[in-house]
């Protein structure tokens, strides 16, 4: 199966404003909408707010509405014991070719007690060495605590080079754990540093820049989303 798959963006429906009527959603929310409406069952486990994001109703977690380059393609409900335990928010940047040229998996899953960060990262790292091309090296940035000025001990994270349709691709994985949820964020895309070269446009490195970025946006937005839920 072809892991970069064609996208197909959902028609909007547009509708004209009239004097005195309130004004109609962005088409990020539009689009978001009719994504999670399309995924069976997601109404009970997800709503989407007003500015777009994603409300993940048994965490209270977030999935953020979009990125500069990446946006929404799907919601995946996976398999559990209890329906909404095991999720995930997949973005997507297009590629010229109407492609997926990177992509970015929020996971959020609920986790048994006793369950540590360490073992937790563990498993999903396993998961990714799984694949026979991975190769593990640094990742590309590093949250620090502003205390210490040393990276935040309440996450870990690798870089990973993989190998995808005969190119290599870098992979970043970033693990937390808050209360009984997981949060796990994936990303793969295609250069670790911004190349410039010849065919460089400015369009194509903010391009890279954002690559490199989101899954650290994406990580810090989830997590901040989960630090006044009750459950903690």
């Known amino acids: 199966m072809r892991f970069f798959a064609r996208v197909i963006v959902p028609l909007l429906l547009l509708t004209s404003v009239h004097s005195g009527m309130a004004a109609p959603p962005s088409p990020t929310v539009t689009r978001n909408k009719a994504i999670v409406a399309a995924s069976d069952a997601a109404g009970s486990i997800f709503s989407v707010r007003a500015d777009g994001s994603i409300l993940h109703r048994p965490s209270g977690a977030v999935c953020p509405s979009d990125f500069e380059y990446m946006h929404l393609a799907d919601i995946q409900i996976y398999p559990a ?34 369950t540590t960060l360490d073992s937790v990262y563990e498993k999903y790292r396993n998961e990714v060495l799984a694949t026979p091309s991975a190769v593990e090296g640094p990742a590309s940035l ?63 490195l903010r391009a890279q820049l954002d690559d490199i970025k989101d899954p650290y946006l994406a990580f810090m937005a ?10 903690r």
């Open 142 to 204: 590093h949250i620090a605590d502003e205390k210490t000025g040393s990276d935040d001990s309440s996450y870990r994270a690798s870089g990973f080079s993989i190998t995808l349709d005969g190119r290599r691709y870098h992979s970043e994985l970033l693990v937390s754990l808050r209360g009984e949820w997981a949060i796990e964020v994936r990303a793969t895309y295609p250069n670790a540093v911004i190349v410039v070269d010849k065919n460089a446009t400015q369009e194509s």
């Open 81 to 114: 014991t209890t329906p909404g335990d095991d999720i995930g928010c997949d973005y997507g940047r297009v590629g010229p070719d109407g492609y997926f040229a990177s992509k970015l998996t929020i996971f959020i899953v609920r986790v048994p007690d006793g």
């Open 222 to 231: 989830v997590n901040d989303s989960l630090t006044n839920v009750k459950y």
